[in-house]
Antibody, heavy 124, light 112 residues
Framework: EVQLVESGGTLVQPGGSLKLACAAS????????VHWVRQAPGKGLEWVGR??????????VYAESLKGRFTISRDDSNNSAFLQMNSLKTDDTAVYYC???????????????WGQGTLVSVSS | DIVMTQSPRTLPVTPGEPASISCRSS???????????LDWYLQKPGQSPQLLIY???NRASGVPDRFSGSGSGTDFTLKISRVEAEDVGIYYC?????????FGQGTKVEIK
């Protein structure tokens, strides 16, 4: 069974930093781009960014509004990806999800794996 | 950036009756391959989003055939032929053609 498990969410003060993890099991993460999405309480889904695979030079792309504060990385040896968040604001309070659009021979397979999410609360 | 607009925002439904959700993109989602990169997701209460429809009209694995997707270019529709109680939740369309991926605001389906 394929699972994505996010971790690292907690209560943090404004201006603080936090690093979230997305760990995959039952699936080899190394060939896939990993996306992060967040959902503020009672709100819709907001794309945060993504990191591509080694074959695509680990290229990251971020939502324009988050550029400079958030950094996505990955550790394929541990089948994991990470979201480093700095200079956190109260508006960053949300459930953070990672997801993967599985591909076959470079083409989307029709399968998307989502984690269960991890809650980040930014408050003093 | 592509902007996705859904309607209605809330949809009260009667079990056994059909339901329809619309989604519009600010730009065409047609890829050079001929595929239209529009997905539909359902987020049930307390759960992560789950893929229902991909590439406009393809049902994801395990999705009941009462769900169907259609559309072309910039206008898309998700239809439920006969709503069941388990279909409640928030439905999102999402464009996967170009970065950044963008979600619609969501349509909350609730039982009357």
């Amino acid at each position: 069974e394929v699972q994505l498990v996010e971790s690292g969410g907690t209560l943090v003060q404004p201006g603080g930093s936090l690093k979230l993890a997305c760990a995959a099991s039952g699936f080899d993460l190394s060939g896939s781009a990993v996306h992060w999405v967040r959902q503020a309480p009672g709100k819709g889904l907001e794309w945060v960014g993504r990191i591509r695979s080694k074959a695509n030079n680990y290229a990251p792309v971020y939502a324009e509004s988050l550029k400079g504060r958030f950094t996505i990385s990955r550790d394929d040896s541990n089948n994991s990806a990470f979201l480093q968040m700095n200079s956190l604001k109260t508006d960053d309070t949300a459930v953070y999800y990672c997801y993967i659009r599985a591909t076959v021979d470079g083409h989307f397979s029709g399968v998307v794996y989502w984690g269960q999410g991890t809650l980040v609360s930014v408050s003093s | 950036d592509i902007v996705m607009t859904q309607s209605p925002r809330t949809l009260p439904v009667t079990p056994g009756e059909p339901a329809s959700i619309s989604c519009r993109s600010s730009q065409s989602l047609l890829h050079s391959s001929g595929y239209i990169y529009l997905d539909w997701y359902l987020q049930k209460p307390g759960q992560s989003p789950q893929l229902l429809i991909y590439l406009t009209s393809n049902r994801a694995s395990g999705v009941p055939d009462r769900f169907s997707g259609s559309g072309s270019g910039t206008d898309f529709t998700l239809k439920i032929s006969r709503v069941e109680a388990e279909d409640v939740g928030i439905y999102y369309c999402m464009q996967a053609l170009q970065l950044p991926p963008a979600f619609g605001q969501g349509t909350k389906v609730e039982i009357k």
